[in-house]
């Protein structure tokens, strides 16, 4: 994959997509400068906390196949590879059904929830590319704050459009999508300008594919990049506004919720699995 134009983390100069080494301070790419800042001093940086969200979305999905063995999957290649519905909903697919039925956490559950193995490859395969580059510009805190308050957002405005169940990282992929907007038109000059158009660029191509593939939730992807425009107006970037104790704070509130909802989950899937549902 080609190296992206990019601000020199030591010296914050801009530094070409063809230089190896910043020009200004000579540090290279390659270099622990160019390392995502760490979410805390000395403690968990950002590229371990990409690898975390990818490793709990693959957890996840292994636990919706392990769970939907032996029942019935529909027929085909990749059936084995696709999770049962109704596992799907008991771990927290969110839509209309289940949040009029009271179920809320499913704004976030649904978050971390794939209907196969393709939906969840494609899906990591985007937020590997997108969150370092939000880490960056944002530091780990907020990237993480983003991704989870943009897809509950996401969730929240497919839910008011009437969708009725619907799964998937794609909504907190695209609030990361929507960060990275806000921050193109907010910084401006050459770089800003650049990571607009390339940003703007990946909507497009999101709105297309939406409109081409069946069962896309559109609604989903355009409350997340909306969420992720707000959230990063709020949050600000690193330029701006450096990460600090309220930013982690935030940051290890949503993981305390995170790992909060997954385990109601839990007990909701043993109960109703006990009561044979």
């Known amino acids: 994959m080609t190296q992206k134009a990019m601000l020199c983390p030591r010296c914050r100069q801009l530094i070409g997509s063809e230089e190896a080494t910043c020009s200004w301070c000579g540090a290279k790419r390659s270099s622990a400068w160019w390392r995502p800042t760490a979410w805390t001093r000395g403690g968990v940086d950002g590229a371990w906390l990409v690898k975390a969200i990818i490793t709990v979305n693959i957890v996840v999905y292994a636990f919706s196949i392990l769970l939907s063995m032996g029942r019935g999957n529909a027929a085909g290649p990749l059936a084995i590879l696709s999770p049962d519905q109704t ?12 949040i ?36 960056q510009e944002y530091g780990p805190s907020r990237m993480f704050t983003i991704y989870t308050l943009g897809g509950v957002f996401s969730y929240l405005i497919s839910y008011l459009a009437g969708i ?19 921050y193109g038109r907010s910084r401006g000059g050459v770089y800003g300008t650049m990571v607009f158009r ?6 497009f191509s999101l709105a297309l594919f939406g409109f081409i593939m069946p069962g896309i939730n559109n609604w989903a992807h355009g409350g997340g ?5 707000i959230l990063g107006k709020i949050l600000g970037y690193e330029e701006r506004n450096k990460e600090n104790a309220f930013h982690r704070l935030v940051a290890l509130a949503c993981a305390a919720v995170t790992v909060g909802m997954f385990a109601w989950t839990a007990y909701v899937v043993v109960i109703n699995l006990r009561m044979g549902y």
């Open 225 to 229: 990049i909306v969420g992720g425009v």
């Open 198 to 203: 390339e940003v703007s660029g990946w909507v």
């Open 100 to 135: 009029d039925r009271g179920w809320y956490w499913t704004l976030l559950t649904a978050n971390y929830l794939h209907g196969g193995i393709l939906h969840l490859i494609f899906n990591l395969m985007a937020l590997r590319q997108i969150a370092p580059w939000v880490n």
């Open 164 to 182: 009725g169940f619907t799964i998937g990282a794609s909504g907190a992929i695209c609030s990361l999508i929507g960060a990275l907007l806000y």
């Open 87 to 98: 596992i799907l909903r008991l771990l927290g697919a969110t839509g209309a059904v289940p």
